[in-house]
């Protein structure tokens, strides 16, 4: 047993921000970004939260399948930059759409964080314990964002995807994988210390990271996971007919297609005018992709991610 994807949903904030301007306030220019990551524009909350953009992505996707709310057994919230503590983000979806009856939890592998709740809705699903769950990558990173540090700030953006699953008997098969000897690569120390008894130093509390390596990091271990996914079930690049990457930054995706020998007509992308989304981009992009009509029945598609920790999955599906 595995999954299906039966619908698919998105939310994104209203306000995109173009690389212009960001240039009026960090020393940034647009020729410098798009060369250096082919990102031209972003969506940005003025407002919209977490919590709001994931349960939006999630109304969408029952919407698309045509699903139930009431039947909802699982519901899986990929984030990282939640607002809110607690209660978690997928309690709240929980009470928006009115899935009573789902269990319901988040889950933060970073940027790898969808695909990580993808593969545990799979282990759920196969095992027969749930028969659908909601899995959702929703982030407003801006919140996390030194928005004077021009390294990272013209990279983020906010939104949030969702795919509703449901039991069969098609091929998923997964691989993942955690890294934390390398956790000074990527970080973020977000919250002050409200204990009366704290005596530590309060750190820089924005997302931090080291662009160089985290390119190098990214570009070797998806080609290798993709590899090793593909030789496990005796398959080649030629035989998938679409690669779905963590969109983070263009140039990544074009060394990995080079790397895999593989087209890069068959890698989709939507950080040109949405930015790295972490967990939300690969389900933003399934939404585009299948509303598009791209996505074709019997389909061999393969989903790439990486992210903070470091994170990183690979898995392939037929749709
Ligand atoms: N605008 C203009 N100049 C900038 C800049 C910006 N936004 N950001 C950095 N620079 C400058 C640097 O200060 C440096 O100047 P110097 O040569 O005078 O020291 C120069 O541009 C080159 O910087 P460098 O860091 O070497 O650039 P790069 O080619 O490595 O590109 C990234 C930087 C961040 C675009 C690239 O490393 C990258 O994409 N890494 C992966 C990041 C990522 O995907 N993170 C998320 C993972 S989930």
Redesign the pocket.
């Known amino acids: 047993m595995s999954i299906r994807i039966m619908g698919t949903g998105s939310a994104i904030p209203n306000k995109a921000v173009t690389n212009d301007e960001l240039s009026r306030f960090?020393?940034?220019?647009d020729d410098?970004?798009k060369e250096?990551?082919g990102i031209e524009s972003r969506h940005i909350a003025t407002g919209e939260t977490v919590d709001e953009l994931a349960g939006n992505a999630a109304r969408n996707a029952l919407l698309d399948a045509g699903a139930d709310p009431s039947k909802i057994d699982m519901i899986i919230v990929a984030t990282c930059s939640a607002e809110q503590a607690l209660p978690c983000i997928a309690c709240q979806v929980q009470k928006y759409i009115g899935a009573y009856s789902a269990v319901a939890f988040d889950l933060n592998a970073?940027?790898a964080g969808f695909l990580f709740a993808l593969n545990t809705a799979d282990v759920y699903i196969s095992k027969g314990i749930y028969k659908n769950a909601l899995v959702i990558g929703a982030e407003v990173m801006s919140n996390m964002i030194n928005w004077s540090d021009?390294?990272t700030c013209?990279?983020f953006g906010d939104g949030a995807g969702a795919v509703y699953l449901e039991r069969d008997d098609r091929p998923f098969k997964f691989i993942q994988k955690s890294n934390g000897l390398k956790d000074d690569v990527?970080f973020c120390w977000q919250r002050d210390s409200m204990s009366a008894f704290y005596r530590g130093v309060q750190t820089y509390k924005y997302v931090s990271?080291d662009?160089?390596e985290?390119?190098r990091f990214?570009t070797r271990v998806v080609t290798d996971t993709i590899s090793e996914l593909l030789f496990d079930e005796g398959l080649s690049p030629d035989d998938i007919d679409m690669f779905l990457l963590?969109q983070?930054?263009l140039?990544?995706i074009e060394t990995i297609s080079k790397r895999l020998k593989a087209d890069i007509s068959k890698f989709p992308t939507n950080v040109e005018r949405l930015g790295?989304t972490?967990s939300a981009s690969i389900p933003l992009l399934i939404d585009e992709i299948r509303k598009e009509g791209r996505l074709k029945e019997g389909m061999k598609i393969v989903m790439s991610g990486?992210?903070?920790g470091l994170t990183y999955s690979a898995c392939l599906m037929e749709v």
């Open positions: 960090v020393d940034t220019s410098w970004i250096r990551t970073a940027c021009r390294t013209i990279l990527l990271m662009g160089k985290v390119f990214a963590h983070a930054n140039r990544i790295n972490s990486f992210g903070a």
